[in-house]
């Protein structure tokens, strides 16, 4: 497994299933095969062989039964005697991937979450004030007034006025549409480092997340290589790298027209990638050029990201390679759009895409 390090096995706290010690490493390296089932169990056992996941009591052949009895995986009609992904596996992965993502955000708290406009919103905030006449009874916070009113008048003879009600701010509530683009082109698994498999992840849980706790808003996801299109949400898992080149135009170009169809104030554009742009598509020839930034290649992609700027659509590009001449023309491109840009390693990519996310969907624009 190219790109990958592995740990010493650490065998998982007593009381825990066999089907659930195994089905953690199951869901976990399905995002490394791309959803490929068979492949997935083959690692499974060449882990096994190593660690000793299992035993005498629940075996690999009974993990693959149950996978199968539970609705994780159905029989392949298409090739005999191998399995693929269900339905209830797509939203198990992204699942994990939001309870990875957003649990490690809650706990390191790296960003500042809070709007600036508070009132009469809609979304409760962490922020109390004292009663203003107005405010609606429901926004009272009935420990907030209890303890002050303790405070004002003591304990002895309890008392409650106006003066000592405090009410919870609100935060106003916006509806956001946000266009994911994730390079696939080669260089996302070159150099020994899997860049793809994070970059899913990441996919996946900002779905999983919006579906959840934002269902009004929308996320369409666009990958680009030599052309650029939309994947479904479903089709997230299996998502691969191909020999492509870096159409960034392309990928801008589509995600503008996405946007264009959105009836939303707030849009905006999460663009990840480790490269620079290397391809354009002109009339049915494919125009490349892989040795540095190429001019044309450049002031096309500019281009685009001032059409954006124009129709008030925000990039944030979240680079994950650190060349310096790439980064330059990062911010040549993220000056022209009135951006925002991420060096970010694979690790903390998660981290920054949430947090920016969840920043700029409290932001209203009029």
Same mark, same amino acid.
């Not at 609606?136 to 309890?158: C, K, M, P, R, V």
């Not at 996946?204 to 299109?229: H, Q, S």
């Not at 991420?342 to 209203?364: P, Q, V």
């Given at each position: 497994?190219?790109?990958?390090?592995?740990?010493? !096995?650490?065998?998982?706290?007593?009381?825990?299933?066999?089907?659930?010690?195994?089905?953690? /490493?199951?869901?976990?390296?399905?995002?490394?095969?791309?959803?490929?089932?068979?492949?997935?169990?083959?690692?499974?056992?060449?882990?096994?062989?190593?660690?000793?996941?299992?035993?005498?009591?629940?075996?690999?052949?009974?993990?693959?039964?149950?996978?199968?009895?539970?609705?994780?995986?159905?029989?392949? $009609?298409?090739?005999?005697?191998?399995?693929?992904?269900?339905?209830? $596996?797509?939203? /198990?992965?992204?699942?994990?991937?939001?309870?990875?993502?957003?649990?490690?955000?809650?706990?390191?708290?790296?960003?500042?979450? +809070?709007?600036?406009?508070?009132?009469?919103?809609?979304?409760? $905030?962490?922020?109390?004030?004292?009663?203003?006449?107005?405010?609606?009874?429901?926004?009272?916070?009935? @420990?907030?007034?209890?303890?002050?009113?303790?405070?004002?008048?003591?304990?002895?003879?309890?008392?409650? @006025?106006?003066?000592?009600?405090?009410?919870?701010?609100?935060?106003?509530?916006?509806?956001?549409? @946000?266009?994911?683009?994730?390079?696939?082109?080669?260089?996302?698994?070159?150099?020994?480092?899997?860049?793809?498999?994070?970059?899913?992840?990441?996919?996946?849980?900002?779905?999983?997340?919006?579906?959840?706790?934002?269902?009004?808003?929308?996320?369409?996801?666009? /990958?680009?290589? +030599?052309?650029?299109?939309?994947?479904?949400?479903?089709?997230?898992?299996?998502?691969? /790298?191909?020999?492509?080149?870096?159409?960034?135009?392309?990928?801008?170009?589509?995600?503008?027209?996405?946007?264009?169809?959105?009836?939303?104030?707030?849009?905006?554009?999460?663009?990840?990638?480790?490269?620079?742009?290397?391809?354009?598509?002109?009339?049915?020839? !494919?125009?490349?050029?892989?040795?540095?930034?190429?001019?044309?290649?450049?002031?096309?992609?500019?281009?685009?990201?001032?059409?954006?700027?124009?129709?008030?659509?925000?990039?944030?590009?979240?680079?994950?390679?650190?060349?310096?001449?790439?980064?330059?023309?990062?911010?040549?491109?993220?000056?022209?759009?009135?951006?925002?840009?991420?060096? $970010?390693?694979?690790?903390?990519?998660?981290?920054?895409?949430?947090?920016?996310?969840?920043?700029?969907?409290?932001?209203?624009?009029?």
């Amino acid at each position: 497994m190219k790109g990958l390090r592995f740990s010493k !096995y650490t065998p998982p706290q007593k009381g825990e299933s066999g089907f659930d010690k195994l089905s953690k /490493v199951f869901f976990q390296l399905l995002n490394h095969t791309s959803g490929d089932v068979s492949e997935t169990l083959s690692w499974m056992n060449d882990l096994d062989h190593q660690h000793g996941l299992t035993d005498d009591n629940y075996g690999m052949g009974d993990f693959i039964r149950d996978l199968n009895d539970k609705g994780y995986i159905k029989e392949d $009609s298409s090739q005999k005697g191998t399995f693929k992904l269900t339905g209830k $596996s797509e939203q /198990v992965i992204r699942r994990n991937a939001l309870d990875e993502i957003f649990g490690k955000l809650k706990k390191n708290q790296k960003g500042n979450h +809070n709007t600036s406009k508070t009132g009469m919103g809609d979304e409760p $905030s962490a922020d109390i004030r004292p009663y203003q006449f107005g405010d609606s009874l429901d926004s009272i916070s009935i @420990t907030d007034s209890l303890h002050t009113a303790q405070i004002n008048h003591g304990i002895e003879e309890f008392k409650l @006025t106006q003066d000592d009600l405090h009410v919870q701010e609100k935060e106003h509530k916006s509806q956001t549409s @946000t266009v994911l683009m994730i390079d696939i082109s080669h260089s996302m698994i070159l150099y020994g480092e899997d860049r793809i498999t994070p970059a899913k992840k990441v996919a996946m849980a900002l779905a999983e997340l919006i579906k959840v706790k934002y269902p009004k808003d929308t996320l369409d996801i666009i /990958v680009f290589g +030599n052309d650029a299109w939309p994947v479904e949400i479903k089709d997230l898992p299996y998502l691969e /790298v191909g020999p492509y080149h870096t159409n960034t135009y392309a990928g801008l170009e589509l995600a503008m027209d996405i946007l264009r169809r959105r009836k939303t104030n707030n849009k905006q554009i999460f663009m990840i990638t480790d490269g620079k742009p290397t391809c354009l598509k002109i009339g049915t020839k !494919y125009y490349k050029n892989s040795f540095g930034l190429d001019r044309k290649v450049v002031n096309k992609t500019l281009e685009m990201a001032g059409q954006c700027r124009k129709l008030n659509i925000p990039i944030t590009t979240f680079m994950i390679a650190k060349d310096p001449y790439l980064q330059q023309f990062v911010q040549e491109f993220t000056k022209t759009n009135n951006g925002r840009a991420f060096y $970010s390693s694979l690790n903390g990519l998660g981290e920054y895409i949430f947090e920016d996310f969840i920043r700029n969907r409290k932001k209203t624009v009029r």
